[in-house]
């Protein structure tokens, strides 16, 4: 199968979560071909930290079969396509950190791995006012084809991923990376960096307090909340009481070397004092 990027999985790791994604059936032909790209990456799969890191908008690639949804290469540069910056952020942490992490492979115009399937902004039929011709009057079939090819494929990745943390130790964390557009639609969004979280504080709170040291403007759950749907950081963080939270950086920042190399700086020493502190690796629910 496409983008099985980790083989040789334990028996422990391999049954702990097959209750959480059944497979749909094969009812139609095969969406990705041997060209393409896999679905996921992991990146520093025994990596000591015991957090996953995971970057859902990694990626603007798009199955060939899909003919780049009928959108033009211009759409790809844009943030309708991928989180800019997010990917790199992500490798640059790794490093520091010497965390695990999980990226998607495949743009959000083809299926947002950040939403359920059957969501509104799962499939999106238009992003930001620009029609997407490959999205729009698709069969059942065609959507259940992305959601077994891409969806799923990344999700299973992320839950053997904490699986491998939670077979070495205490409960891990999960710390999930994006970026945004600092405007939407004529709407300014003046955040250098937004603090994403529901219920759980125990990231977000001691996040925002060594934020505190740099000049920054620092958006608790802004430009997004945490509050509203945030399919991954819920589903494998809040859905099972293990820590987790969500970040959004200010894609400007991000244009560059120099801006990534910034923030993996800035993200590192807030986070590893943070990956210490007592009642992290705990499951609790909020």
């Not at 999980?102 to 791995?113: E, F, H, K, P």
């Not at 759980?200 to 802004?222: F, Q």
Request: hydrophobic share 40%; charged share 25%; with cysteine.
């Amino acid at each position: 199968m496409q983008g099985i990027a980790v083989s040789g999985l334990a028996p422990s790791e391999s049954s702990r979560y097959t209750f959480l994604m059944k497979p749909l059936p094969h009812d139609g032909p095969a969406l990705l071909g041997p060209d393409d790209p896999p679905t996921f990456e992991v990146i520093n799969r025994e990596g000591g930290a015991h957090i996953l890191l995971v970057c859902d908008h990694a990626s603007r690639e798009v199955p060939k079969s899909l003919n780049h949804l009928g959108l033009g290469a211009e759409a790809f540069e844009r943030h309708i396509a991928y989180d800019i910056g997010a990917a790199a952020v992500t490798r640059g942490l790794v490093e520091r950190l010497d965390a695990q992490a999980v990226l998607a492979g495949y743009s959000r115009l083809v299926i947002d791995v950040n939403r359920p399937p059957g969501h509104p902004e799962s499939i999106v039929p238009e992003n930001d006012s620009i029609p997407v011709p490959g999205n729009q009057n698709l069969t059942d079939e065609a959507r259940r084809q992305r959601v077994r090819e891409l969806f799923e494929p990344y999700h299973d990745s992320v839950n053997r991923a904490l699986a491998r943390l939670w077979n070495r130790g205490p409960a891990p964390a999960i710390f999930s990376v994006h970026s945004f557009s600092p405007y939407f639609g004529d709407k300014s969004r003046p955040w250098d960096i937004g603090v994403l979280w529901n219920r759980d504080p125990r990231i977000a709170i001691p996040l925002m307090e060594h934020l505190e040291r740099y000049d920054l403007r620092v958006g608790d759950n802004e430009p997004y909340s945490g509050h509203d749907l945030a399919y991954t950081v819920d589903m494998h963080g809040s859905a099972s009481g293990i820590s987790n939270c969500a970040i959004e950086i200010n894609q400007d920042q991000l244009m560059d070397r120099d801006g990534i190399l910034r923030w993996v700086d800035i993200l590192s020493e807030c986070i590893l004092p943070i990956l210490d502190m007592p009642g992290l690796h705990r499951i609790e629910r909020f």
